[in-house]
């Protein structure tokens, strides 16, 4: 499978080339366009509270798989928001964790699932439900897309490192995080800083140079006017 981007990191589309038999997962509404490819539409993988929990966590229920037919052909892949695409490789007995709304597209060997990030999800604002990408038949890749560009984060030795909520597109094994705030209360408040995670430990995490979130704030009043 070659994988090819274009128009990165502002408006990153993605052509998947396929030889036949050769299959890629897509999250629905993903395709653009495509050529000698056939599709199919399934349920996505956990069983039914796993395809539920995804649904909280702002994927979709179903998931398309998008086949080479005779000959080959390609599917191109664009993202809702405008913004990059990253890949992923992960091998046997690692963890993905993907912030909800993130994931673009996978291999076969992917398996993907969910993982609650209890009380801390509902003080965040976020999501209560991480996507975890694993592979349990030999090396697999994910495609992730986010809004503005991709930037990767290590984290190492007593060093923690802040993330504004928002702004978390994935993270690795290794790393753990805590909800909390930066400075005090007038801060937290008046500072233009909400709620953070705050990571620890050995790993990457990777965040996005925009939110969503940011941009709805400073739509809000012109289209209340409206």
């Known amino acids: 499978m070659k994988v090819t981007t274009e128009f990165d990191p502002a408006y990153t589309y993605m052509t998947v080339e396929l030889d036949q038999g050769e299959s890629i ?17 399934g349920m996505s993988g956990g069983g039914l509270f796993g395809r539920v929990r995804r649904m909280v966590a702002g994927e979709s229920f179903f998931v398309n798989t998008f086949t080479g037919g005779p000959g080959g052909g390609w599917v191109g892949l664009a993202s809702t928001m405008p913004g990059d695409m990253k890949s992923f490789d992960i091998e046997p007995g690692e963890n993905l964790y993907i912030q909800g709304g993130s994931f673009l597209a996978s291999d076969l060997n992917v398996e993907l699932d969910t ?19 694993y592979t349990e038949r030999g090396t697999g890749t994910i495609y992730c897309n986010c809004y503005g560009a ?3 984060l290590t984290v190492s030795g007593d060093q923690e490192l802040v993330v504004d909520t928002g702004h978390l597109v994935a993270f690795t094994d290794g790393v753990e995080y805590t909800i909390g705030k930066v400075g005090g209360l007038v801060s937290l408040i008046a500072g233009g800083e909400g709620l953070v995670m705050k990571f620890r430990g050995e790993g990457k995490v990777w965040v996005q140079t925009r939110t969503i979130a940011t941009l709805a704030d400073l739509l ?7």
């Open 25 to 41: 997962k897509v999250e629905p509404g993903a395709m653009a366009t495509s050529q000698g490819v056939e599709m199919q539409t």
């Open 115 to 133: 993982k609650f990030q209890g009380m801390r999800g509902m003080f965040s604002g976020e999501n209560l439900f991480f996507l975890r990408a």
């Open 150 to 152: 991709i930037k990767e």
């Open 220 to 226: 809000n009043p012109l289209i209340s006017k409206n």
